[in-house]
Structures are given as C-alpha cells and as structure tokens.
C-alpha cells in the first residue's frame, strides 16, 4: 500500500522478492477497502504502508482492519511519523503481527528500526540505527554532538546513496569529507542509543533562539483532539519581537472549532508554555505529498499568502 517507484516501496519489493515472496499491488492511490479486500483474496500476511495508509482506517473504517487483524503476522512503516495512539492501536487490532517502522530518506533508506511490540516504551523514538549503520548529531558548524544534544542527523554506512548524479554541488552540500551523509532532519540521541526526531530542520520553528519541533507540538495536540488532523508551521512573529511563533492549521473531521483560547487551556500542562500555538486556522485539507508526508512549506505559503483566515488571535 505505497508508491513502487519510491525507496521504501522498491525496498520492499525486492525484501519480498529475496525470500521468495508473493508481492500483491493495488493499481491506482490507496483504497481502504480494496486494500482489505486483497489481503482476504489472497491470504496476506503482510502488509506494507505510509503511515498516512493507516490513519485513513482509524475512526470509522476501523472495523476493516479488524477483519484481517488475526491475519497478519508483518507490518512495516515508514516515510513519515506515527501518531503515538495510532501505533498503540496498531498493536491492539494486529495481536500477532510483528510491527516494525523504520527511519531513512532515498539516500539512507531504513537508516532505524524499531519494533512496537518489544520496545513499547520507547513508541516515541525512531528506534536505533539498523545493523551497519552509524547515526551521528551535528551542530550547524559541523561539530559531532553528545547524547541528548539536540542538532542535524547524520547518516553513515554501506546502504548511503554514493551521490549524486551528475550534481557535484549538491554532493558537497549534502556530504561531509568522512563521508557522512547530512539529512536535513532535527534530532537528537538519548543515553540508549535512541533517535528522536525532531522534524525537518527547514522546519524546525526558531522563537527568539528556542528550537521547537512542530512534531512535538502536534502530538500533544492529538492527544487532547485525536479527531482533529493536525499540522503546526512557524510563521514570523506578527509583533516582530521573537522571529517566529508556531501556528496550529487542523481540519476538523467532527465539525469542532478550536480557538486559541482552548488550546492555551488544554495544553498548559502538556506543554512548554512557550511551545502552545497562538494563532489557529481551520482549514478544508492539509497538502500532502504522494507518500503522505505534510508538506510545512506549501502550507506555511498559504497562511503568508493570506489564503487561509484565522479562527481567533489571542493578544
């Protein structure tokens, strides 16, 4: 349930392929219920997805998956992050299924693992570097960084793209002379060997020199709204005081309206005050890439844009 002709579905494929496999492929963008309607035909147990493929079946369609639960001995994740409950549920409806998600780019496809059902405690994290594979954090001077120092995350090892082709400048751009490779995402190490992603460091909000991670602000706003679909962008600070300030856009699946004012409410305790979405949009549909990835710029372009109106400005 995922594009063949992008990293994590042509892994796949050839995975599949290399144990001698049956590979069973829907034409045509994912279908909840052809997906279901496969696995039943002919007898999968396994299944391959975006996370986006899920969150579509969480809610109303939930009772489809639980037709193949008991089925299903594989499931394997990637390309984007999972929402906290969404893996919890995964683990309740597919009781037998080793679930597996992994962390990479087309350069450094599956760069982590992690496996939901023997490191439930660590569900937050993007698991530890796979089998081979070096996972570093460097500050913005090149300057490799200690456990729980937050920085870009490097890449190094065997399955690392060798370039890029015909593109010298972007090799140097995105290669280090040790011959790491320099994603572009934001994250840090914690003292078991754990990768926690930040985000996209193009992403990352910088209010008046603190860092926040839109990631980590949306997944406390999906614990207090779990119908609510969600995205957090910076956009410059309207006062011009702090650089940038985050700002919530949610498509509301129940019809609900969130202010500003709930917000500030029900994430006081949840979060850094600092950290809490001061302007809110409700907007029809969030911009989506073909794998299911947000896409922050395209949305931050419409808010710039004044595209999209505010619910309410708390002062």
């Not at 594009?3 to 069973?24: D, Q």
């Not at 001061?278 to 844009?305: D, Q, T």
Request: charged fraction near 25%.
């Amino acid at each position: 349930a995922l594009p063949l002709a992008h990293s994590f579905g042509f892994g796949r494929s050839l995975s599949i392929f290399f144990v001698g496999g049956t590979l069973v492929v829907n034409n045509g963008s994912l279908n909840p219920m052809a997906l279901v309607q496969s696995v039943l035909k002919y007898q999968c147990d396994a299944i391959s997805s975006v996370t986006s493929g899920f969150a579509m079946f969480f809610g109303r369609l939930e009772s489809l998956l639980q037709r193949i639960g008991s089925q299903i001995r594989f499931i394997e994740l990637g390309s984007a992050p999972m929402p906290l409950d969404h893996e919890i549920k995964l683990l309740e409806i597919f009781p037998k299924a080793r679930i597996c998600m992994h962390y990479g780019l087309a350069e450094a496809s599956r760069s982590t693992l992690i496996d939901f059902r023997k490191e439930q405690r660590k569900l937050h994290t993007a698991g530890r570097p796979s089998p081979n594979v070096a996972i570093s954090i460097s500050d913005d001077q090149g300057k490799r960084l200690g456990e729980m120092q937050m920085g870009e995350i490097l890449v190094r090892g065997d399955h690392v793209a060798v370039g890029y082709w015909h593109n010298d400048e972007a090799h140097m751009k995105r290669y280090t002379s040790d011959n790491w490779f320099k994603t572009g995402d934001y994250g840090f190490i914690d003292e078991e060997g754990y990768l926690h992603l930040l985000g996209r460091k193009d992403e990352m909000i910088n209010m008046g020199g603190l860092k926040i991670s839109p990631l980590e602000v949306e997944e406390k706003i999906r614990e207090a709204y779990p119908d609510c679909e969600v995205c957090v962008v910076g956009v410059p600070d309207p006062e011009g005081i702090v650089g940038e300030i985050p700002v919530l856009c949610y498509v509301a699946k129940d019809g609900r309206t969130i202010t500003p004012s709930d917000l500030s409410h029900v994430l006081s305790n949840r979060l850094d005050r600092n950290k809490i979405p001061r302007i809110v949009y409700r907007i029809e549909s969030l911009p989506k890439a073909g794998n299911g990835k947000m896409v922050r710029s395209e949305l931050r372009k419409k808010i710039l844009s004044g595209s999209v109106h505010e619910v309410e400005h708390v002062q």
